[in-house]
């Protein structure tokens, strides 16, 4: 995927299928626009369940919070109510002390891209609510324990 003009290599990837519901469609029966977000969302909470340690209470419990502080999203194909959906998520490798994904949804029925997106979390001491410039320890600990050099 490209993303900002350069392609971005994945280094763990989440799929979490979804069905569109009602809730989710416009007054044209389509995925209204700002659900995609919410899409992506759902991406990064299978993406921690399924490599463990990154939920978001386990930010939380190790004194961290995570706000998004830059999100993206590229409209291709309209999704419709009942059809379902695989969200992707793709963890791209930083060093610097934040966390950043890609996602692709595509259209389960014949693969179609519905959409693309990216977006970056920073990590926030939850007492003081300072911006952390470092990685925190337990995302440290985390990046060993799934990234493979």
């Known amino acids: 995927m490209k993303t900002k003009n350069k392609t971005r290599e994945a280094v763990l990837i989440d799929r979490k299928t979804i069905t569109v519901r009602f809730s989710e469609v416009d007054s044209m029966m389509v995925v209204w626009h700002g659900e995609y977000i919410r899409y992506f969302e759902d991406g990064r909470e ?3 369940k399924h490599y463990d340690g990154l939920k978001y209470m386990d930010y939380f419990n190790s004194g961290y919070l995570a706000p998004i502080v830059e999100v993206s999203c590229q409209y291709k194909q309209s999704l ?3 059809e379902e959906a695989i969200i992707e998520t793709r963890y791209i490798r930083t060093a610097a002390a934040k966390i950043v994904f890609d996602y ?3 259209r389960a029925s014949d693969g179609a891209v519905a ?5 970056t979390q920073v990590f926030i001491n939850a007492q003081t609510r300072e911006l952390e410039l470092n990685n925190p320890p337990f995302y440290t600990e985390w990046k060993k324990r ?3 050099d």
């Open 104 to 106: 692709t949804i595509y």
């Open 115 to 119: 959409a693309t997106g990216s977006s």
């Open 146 to 148: 799934w990234i493979k």
């Open 46 to 48: 299978s993406f921690g």
């Open 80 to 82: 419709t109510f009942g």
